[in-house]
């Protein structure tokens, strides 16, 4: 039998939103102490990140230092995948050039790629694959990055996207997929984050869908706040598996009256209804009805698509991007 425990979207960072009412830093690398601890206790053979690690790719060098410290010195190895809250211009490729890139260098977390990371106990074996977020992965009508991880016969394979998967469609403006569009994916068990609430867990087709809610609670949003913080333990024995949730306990991660500014969720839904107010007002066309078009990279992809720019043309335009965003946040 193996065991495996399963966390997401921790966004650490080394000082506190404006909604959070507790030490952020400090509740956030308890956090992982605690999973450390349970891991040990539950006999895990690995802990498995979804990705967004931190809260941007270059939050200050001391958090990442303890950070580093409490991974490296768990019990039970930590692997995992990049979110775009990790990557400079959601290019994974700029990872080595971030503190958490170093971070993974030095053996914190060992990071999973399309090559398959066995794990074998007796008559068990357990193949896992991962996929970092990058910017069109949503957008790829195939699905491809969600359905074709590679296949480890006579394994338990379980396949980790930092993607926008969720039970069900979100609003027109928002490049998501759903779990009807993934059904028939490649791996007995997909897990996934980036969607803060989560959508627990999904049995179908003799496969298990699995989002258990990010790890931390960044907003006064509506999702934060009726977010409990859980992490998922999968078990697979032979070639049977499941997954249950298990909520953190309020010493480690508090009920939200106590660590979310209520007030401050009426402000952000008022700034939000402001925000929306004032992009309609700037409606010009049909491609520029939502927020996204502010978002560089959209604005790209829109270009691209309106002028059919040539891919290398796009691509060495991105890098531009990514560079520029990098210079930027080291002179702040």
Not at 69 to 87: A, E, F, Q
Not at 124 to 144: A, H, M, N, P
Request: glycine share 6%.
């Amino acid at each position: 039998m193996l065991r495996f425990i399963y966390t997401t979207d921790s966004h650490g960072r080394g000082s506190n939103p404006v909604s959070r009412l507790d030490d952020f830093p400090t509740t956030i690398l308890n956090k992982f102490k605690w999973i450390n601890e349970k891991a040990e206790e539950l006999g895990a053979a690995a802990i498995l990140h979804g990705g967004d690690w931190l809260e941007s790719p270059d939050v200050a060098n001391s958090f990442v230092r303890e950070l580093t410290y409490i991974l490296s010195h768990s019990k039970v190895p930590w692997y995992g995948i990049l979110g775009n809250h990790d990557i400079y211009g959601q290019n994974p490729e700029t990872f080595k050039k971030t503190p958490l890139g170093i971070a993974e260098a030095a053996g914190a977390f060992t990071r999973l790629s399309d090559t398959p990371t066995i794990f074998k106990n007796g008559n068990t074996t357990v193949s896992i694959t991962g996929k970092d977020s990058y910017f069109d992965l949503d957008k790829k009508i195939t699905k491809e990055d969600y359905i074709n991880s590679a296949i480890t016969p006579g394994a338990v394979n379980i396949h980790i996207v930092h993607g926008f998967l969720d039970d069900c469609k979100w609003q027109d403006s928002i490049d998501c997929t759903t779990i009807d569009e993934v059904i028939n994916c490649n791996a007995d068990i997909l897990l996934t984050g980036h969607v803060h609430q989560g959508f627990g867990i999904k049995r179908i087709n003799n496969k298990i869908f699995c989002n258990p809610n990010a790890l931390a609670r960044t907003t006064a949003s509506v999702g934060d706040v009726n977010n409990e913080v859980r992490i998922a333990l999968i078990t697979v024995d032979g070639m049977n598996f499941d997954v249950e949730l298990i909520s953190l306990p309020t010493t480690v991660a508090k009920p939200a009256n106590e660590v979310l500014d209520r007030a401050k969720l009426v402000s952000e839904k008022e700034h939000k209804k402001q925000l929306e107010k004032f992009i309609n007002s700037l409606n010009k066309g049909d491609i520029y009805t939502t927020e996204s078009v502010f978002n560089i990279y959209n604005i790209l992809n829109i270009v691209a698509k309106e002028d059919s720019l040539d891919d290398n043309i796009i691509s060495i335009t991105r890098q531009k991007l990514e560079q520029a965003e990098e210079e930027l946040k080291k002179s702040e």
